[in-house]
């Protein structure tokens, strides 16, 4: 069966309520599409939590900065359908922006304290008020559902699980492991812009974070410092990138940074954002939870 696609808001709501109205569950997977096995893993992750699967597709203009990528982000409807249909996803949702902000949009939702201030947020300006306002509403024209997003946006995760409870949206978040190429680059639509030398060079990143696992892990040394989990990760990003966005040891719930000196707690965040020629790339690991990278 091909997946339906519908673009009103209107039209999806209805959908939605009529499929809660049977007394099924509606799981709901938000994306920017260019789909890829990352992309694919949290629709697996939604069929196993509700029983219709909903997606939406829509590359939102609202948390592209000026400068950024908006224009040339990489779009291909038909081969997302397909990938969707094969997984018999029983609804997409690709919206045009004038569908989404119709003239006259004037509400925006904004986070400005606690886990938006760091990382991404103080790099992108503006960028998760974009991400809060879209997701708020995706998840208020979807209705009740589970909603499962990646900790490849490890950020973009805690923004929406704060923005979820804040504001008592009937979503329960369910939360999809990064899935990583073969040699360990996490999966993202933006790697096709990547030239193969560049390719070769972001490795440092998954390369970085599984050092920072090897000595977290080194039972014969006491733990080590922050400062020193940070040393092994920043050195081979650094030589290997052309800029560095940020390195950053944090709390992984809170997300506030961890002092250099401080020993190393039972888990911590490494996220780091890089750029190699014109494209940024975003990873994490937690440390003392998840799997090393490579
Ligand atoms: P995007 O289309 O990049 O906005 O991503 C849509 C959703 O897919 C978000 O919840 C991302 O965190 C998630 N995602 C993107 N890349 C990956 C990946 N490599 N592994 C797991 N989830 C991912």
Redesign the pocket.
């Known amino acids: 069966m091909i997946s339906p696609i519908e673009s009103t808001p209107t039209r999806v709501s209805d959908i939605c309520g009529s499929i809660r109205a049977s007394g099924k569950k509606v799981a709901f997977?938000?994306?920017?599409?260019?789909?890829?096995?990352?992309?694919l893993?949290?629709v697996n992750q939604a069929r196993a939590a509700g029983d219709v699967v909903v997606v939406s597709?829509f590359v939102n203009p609202k948390q592209f900065g000026p400068s950024e990528d908006l224009d040339k982000y990489p779009k291909n409807l038909a081969a997302d359908q397909e990938k969707l249909s094969k997984k018999g996803v029983e609804l997409i949702f690709a919206p045009s922006p004038a569908e989404m902000y119709p003239p006259g949009f004037a509400t925006e939702v904004k986070i400005p304290k606690g886990v938006t201030v760091g990382f991404c947020g103080a790099k992108r300006p503006g960028h998760f008020d974009g991400v809060a306002t879209v997701v708020t509403k995706l998840l208020n024209i979807v209705g009740p559902c589970f909603a499962?997003?990646?900790?490849?946006?490890y950020q973009?995760?805690q923004v929406i699980k704060r923005l979820v409870a804040d504001l008592n949206l009937p979503v329960h978040i369910i939360e999809?492991?990064?899935?990583?190429e073969s040699d360990g680059l996490?999966?993202?639509?933006?790697n096709v812009y990547l030239t193969p030398e560049e390719r070769v060079r972001a490795l440092a990143i998954p390369g970085a974070l599984t050092a920072a696992h090897v000595l977290f892990n080194q039972s014969s040394n006491s733990n080590p410092t922050v400062g020193e989990l940070l040393t092994a990760v920043k050195t081979p990003i650094e030589a290997a990138a052309d800029s560095v966005d940020y390195i950053t040891a944090a709390d992984p719930e809170t997300l506030i940074p961890l002092q250099s000196e401080a020993t190393a707690p039972p888990r911590l965040l490494i996220a780091a954002a890089a750029f190699f020629g014109a494209t940024r790339l975003i990873d994490n690991t937690v440390l003392g939870e998840d799997a090393p990278p490579q």
Do not use: C, Y
């Open positions: 997977v938000p994306t920017m599409g260019a789909l890829h096995e990352g992309h893993s949290l597709i499962v997003f990646g900790r490849k946006d973009q995760l999809g492991p990064t899935v990583r996490a999966m993202s639509s933006r």
